[in-house]
């Protein structure tokens, strides 16, 4: 008799193989790279992931392993497959036997003499199918809730590949119109290096200087300016490197005396802006006549940003797509964001230092209805506060000294979407009512006009204070907590969060020693302990600095603890070695049956002696109430009267 596939699964093995085997891949290799380790890690016939094409109903193959071998251009239509219900009950379908008796019409299973199937669906954020996952084998897959979970593993990492793959093309179509915006325009557009040399023109500007891109481009456009235009324009480039990120741009009054490549001259009104691409900074000069229009400016400066806030999300697909955690605190937090993503309550964060706010409220937004449109994120300790009415709001030109132009704020760029406002706490006393009437009407006027602008913003804010208690003293206004405080999410210290450290320490070190190119051994048990000594005040983003700093000192693939840790968390070699020691020690049946009565006896202290239902100490466990039961019988456990 053949061995089953499941028989003895090593979830352990196969999910290293999933990390070791998809870690360095992307796109197809990413996904033939997936099937092939998923076939081998369950021991099946065969492992394919699709792309669904929903109006065809058709099932296209990312990547195809049968038999020991690549299928190329595999696609059918579902109805009368195995994987009809796969994409129609949109759940994990398993089917463990008897495969040809339920579907002996369809060509692939017979052909192949296939008994038993499972698939799952790939599903996007908003619940819409992406695609499936699917493996097949010869004999029968008996039900293995391992092997399912593993096999949902699988699935998450081609779902999210996928998700990112439609947000990288989202990101080349918009970069695809905002270059197809830009040669459209009227208006000559010139990008400029730290040299100012030409780096990039359009068809305008080719017809302005009357000569070719091809003899512009690595040209020093100060040969386009007269004398004084040029001195004008070095001063205001060192007058943009001055300013601080988010105000680096100018329109130019009284515009630049220019000249075409033959050396006839000619008066053009400019703006100039300052950007960083790889920390190199470059400069956009827009060119145009008197009578020009300025739409073109406008469409071209939200084009940039929705890219912008494309490759920050494509970013966060690639380094971090799901909060990291198992603990109880967080699985509450979680069920907190399912609750209320879906609605437009405004949403108050509280937790310490580094516990993530930003990441919950990235979370609630993608989650949200407003999905497709912008997250806007503005820090409110991180501006002055003569700067930030303006940086909320807007303002007009001529507003204020060194106003020479227009500014659309943070509440205009999201309207439609959600504003991120971290560290309210800081926000001053005088803006607050104004922030108020926002919540309120959804209105506002920029800084320097009577016009009332309308916008439909959902505000999720964030702090590490006590806003109740800076309400008492009159920092705060009351009327203002009340509005931001619909929905309170609070979130644990990373003291609190219990097994998660291991968790997210092993996530990190991977995460760097995969950017850095090093081999990183799993982490010890004593490496564990000292990490779970340390209270961790700076919270998830202090151990993503140790845990970087560690990588970065490792030596022969160990994590280096001892230079990493602060020295509040640090132990003597001794101590490490008598830890290590312990861990590896062999325990007797006597001090193994110690070490679980004291665990099951924690477990029911720190849910007030409830065994069944949510919150009881069976499902803090993951075992079964009447299992419980059982064992604190045969350990003699009882709450003490």
Known sequence: MNTLPFHDLDVDASLRTILEGTATETGERFFAALVENLARA????????????????????L???????????????????????????????????????????DPDVRAVGAASYMGMPLL???????????????????????????????????????RRLRAEKQVREREEKLGRLVNSAMDAIIELNRNLNVTRVNAAAEKVFGCSSQEIMGQLFTRFLSSDSRERLARLIIELDLRPEGERYTWI???????????????????????????????????????????????????????????EEIKELQSFDEIVGQSEPVASVLRDIEEVAGTDANVLILGETGTGKELIARAIHRNSRRREKPLIKVNCAAMPGTLIESELFGHEQGAFTGAT???????????????????????????????????????????????????????IAATNRDLKQATQEGKFREDLYY????????????????????????????????????????????????????????NVREL?????????????????????????????????????????????????????????????EATGWRIAGDGGAAQLLGMKPTTLSSRMKALGIERKR
């Open 544 to 604: 993503q600095n140790v845990i970087e700093r560690g990588v970065i000192t490792s030596r022969d693939g160990r994590l280096n603890l001892d230079r990493a840790l602060p020295e509040t968390g640090k132990m003597t070699a001794t101590e490490a070695m008598s830890l290590e020691a312990t861990a590896k020690r062999v325990r007797t049946a006597k001090e193994l049956a110690a070490l679980e009565r004291s665990n099951l006896v924690a477990a029911m």
């Open 42 to 61: 369950l021991n099946t016939h065969g492992a394919w992931v699709t792309e669904y094409i929903e109006e065809q109903r058709r099932l296209k193959a």
């Open 405 to 459: 132009k227009k500014r659309e704020g943070r509440f205009a760029l999201a309207d439609g979407g959600t504003i991120f406002l971290d560290e309210i706490g800081e926000l001053p006393v005088e803006l607050q009512v104004k922030l108020l009437r926002v919540l309120q009407e959804g209105e506002f006027e920029p800084v320097g006009s009577s016009r009332t602008q309308k916008v439909d913003v959902r505000v």
């Open 124 to 162: 996007d954020l908003d619940g819409k199918i992406l695609g499936h996952l699917a493996v097949l084998d010869l004999r029968p897959m008996p039900k293995e809730p391992r092997a399912e979970a593993l096999f949902q593993i699988f699935a998450a990492r081609a779902a999210a590949e996928l």
């Open 483 to 538: 509005r931001l405080n619909v929905f309170p999410i609070e979130l644990p210290p990373l003291r609190e969060r219990g097994d998660d450290i291991s968790l997210l320490a092993s996530t990190f070190a991977n995460k760097f020693a995969q950017r850095m190119g090093r081999l990183i051994e799993p982490l010890s048990e004593a490496c564990m302990g000292r990490l779970k000594a340390y209270g961790w005040p700076g």
């Open 63 to 105: 990547a195809f392993w049968m038999g020991g071998q690549w299928i190329h251009g595999w696609e059918m239509v579902v109805d009368g497959t195995p994987c009809e219900r796969v994409i129609d009950d949109r759940c994990l379908i398993h089917i463990p036997d008897n495969l040809l008796d339920i579907y002996g019409n």
């Open 253 to 311: 009054p009284g515009g630049l005396n220019a000249q075409s490549a033959s050396g006839e001259g000619f008066p053009a009104e400019a703006t100039i802006s300052r950007f960083d691409m790889g920390r190199e900074p470059f400069y956009t000069l827009i060119l145009r006549n008197v009578n020009a229009r300025l739409q073109a400016q406008q469409k071209i400066r939200s084009l940039t940003v929705e890219a912008e806030y494309l490759r």
